[in-house]
């Protein structure tokens, strides 16, 4: 990924894969809007849909990430997606003949909101002493910083900051990808972080969620059996 006037920020070894297949569809994204530039709301929309620009399997993955979040807010998802999508429509476009297309394709100016975004996303990263810029970084990233869309989109929504770094970091405690990857505390520690938490929103059931929304049958006349169970689990140490 080339990009004019962006140093290191899109040096991939500082990513985990999903958050870096999320940033190299922005030509692309940028492309399919006749925009010179790439801007914050280019990788929200990335984000949201991926699909939409070939992004790969691992921006999938990051999408599920950044879904999860935003839901877990309060956000209005679709709403947030058709608005970033109408918004990119609706910014000036030029049209570039001649020379090489691909090469076109390839040099687009870095806009100042996105590395904004993008240098709030590394230090984050360092707040939470993680190795990686995750996913959930960037869209803290864009909750911070993104003045053209996500700030306002989401204040019209109700939402704020806060609300999505409380979203951030109850995942996180509870089943985020730091945890899967085997970094404690929720840190993110491998470059396939989203994708190991994918796989327990795949393949686990997550039975706290399901009592909370009432899902479970109810246990009566196993009390004895209930206070045993919590006394056992309550444990440091736990017997097989």
């Known amino acids: 990924l080339r990009m004019a006037d962006s140093g290191d920020l899109f040096d991939s070894t500082r990513y985990t894969e999903a958050a870096f297949a999320t940033l190299a569809a922005l030509p692309a994204c940028a492309e399919s809007y006749s925009a010179t530039a790439v801007d914050a709301p280019m990788l929200l929309s990335i984000l949201l849909n991926p699909t939409k620009y070939q992004a790969g399997e691992a921006a999938i993955n990051a999408k599920a990430v950044a879904v999860k979040l935003l839901e877990d807010a309060g956000v209005d998802v679709d709403t947030l997606q058709t608005g970033v999508e109408d918004y990119l429509q609706r910014q000036p476009t030029v049209t570039v003949t001649g020379g090489d297309e ?43 910083k993104d003045t053209k869309f996500t700030i306002n989109a989401l204040n019209e929504q109700g939402i704020s900051l806060d609300d999505i770094k409380a979203a951030v970091q109850a995942m996180r405690e509870k089943s985020g990808p730091g945890s899967a990857s085997g970094g404690g505390a929720g840190r993110v520690t491998s470059r396939s972080a989203e994708g190991l938490y994918d796989a327990l929103e795949k393949y686990g059931i997550d039975f706290t969620r399901n009592a909370e929304d009432g899902k479970l049958d109810p246990v009566i006349g196993r009390d004895d059996e209930i206070r045993r169970a919590i006394q056992i689990l309550s444990r440091r140490t736990k017997n097989n």
Not at 105 to 112: I, T
Not at 113 to 130: F, G, S, Y
Request: hydrophobic residues 35%; charged residues 25%.
């Open 102 to 144: 691909s090469q076109g394709q390839q040099q687009k100016s870095l806009g100042n909101t996105l590395k904004e975004v993008m240098e709030t996303a590394n230090e984050v990263k360092m707040e939470l002493k993680d190795s990686y810029i995750s996913s959930e970084v960037l869209l803290l990233g864009l909750c911070a």
